[in-house]
C-alpha cells in the first residue's frame, strides 16, 4: 500500500483506504504524507485526508506545514487546505485565496471560505464580493460567494 515502491501504487492506496476505514484512514495517510516525496502521491494523500472529518492536532500541524511550502502546487496544496478547514484553521485561507483564481477550485474554495466564516482573513471580502457581483461568473459560484459573505465574513 502506502510503503510500496511504486508511487502509483502509493496514489492510489490513498483514496481507497478513505474508502475502506472511512476517518482511521487519518493517522496511515498523515505519517505517509510526512515522508512521501513524489508530488502525486502527495496530493492524493492530500485529497485523502481532506475526506477526514475533524482531523486531529497532529494531521492538523503537518497539513500547516505542507502548505507554508511555496514550492508545493496548488492542486497538492488545495486539498490540504480543504482538510484544514475541516479543522476550523484559519491557516487554509491563503491556500483558498489563490485557489479563487483557478476556476476548477474555486467554487469548492468559497464553500471552504464560508466554513471559516469570520476566520478567513479581511483580504478575502474583496475578491469574493467580485465574484458574487460579476454577471460573467456562473449563478451557483455567484451565490456561493454570496454565501461566503453572508456568513459574517465582513466583521
Known amino acids: 500500500g502506502l510503503a510500496s515502491p511504486y508511487p502509483e501504487v502509493r496514489f492510489q492506496c490513498a483514496g481507497t483506504l478513505v474508502d475502506v476505514l472511512g476517518n482511521d484512514a487519518e493517522e ?3 505519517d505517509a504524507l510526512g515522508r ?3 508530488e502525486e502521491v502527495r496530493r492524493g494523500l492530500c485529497e485523502g485526508l481532506a475526506r477526514i472529518d475533524n482531523p486531529s492536532p497532529s494531521t ?3 497539513l500547516k506545514t505542507l502548505i507554508a511550502d511555496d514550492t508545493i502546487d496548488l492542486d497538492t496544496l488545495f486539498p490540504a487546505a480543504i482538510s484544514l478547514t475541516a479543522a476550523r484553521s484559519g491557516d487554509a485561507a491563503p491556500t483558498l485565496l489563490r485557489a ?3 476556476p476548477e477550485l474555486r467554487d469548492r474554495a468559497l464553500e471552504a471560505l464560508a466554513v471559516l466564516g469570520a ?3 479581511e483580504e478575502a471580502v474583496q475578491p469574493i464580493r467580485d465574484l458574487a457581483t460579476s454577471w460573467l461568473k456562473p449563478r451557483v459560484t455567484r451565490v456561493r460567494a454570496a ?3 453572508a456568513l459574517d ?3
Request: glycine residues 4%.
Open 119 to 121: 476566520q478567513a482573513p
Open 153 to 155: 465574513m465582513d466583521s
Open 28 to 30: 496511515p495517510l498523515a
Open 60 to 62: 492538523v500541524e503537518r
Open 36 to 38: 512521501e516525496e513524489e
Open 147 to 149: 454565501y461566503a459573505l
Open 100 to 102: 479563487l483564481g483557478k
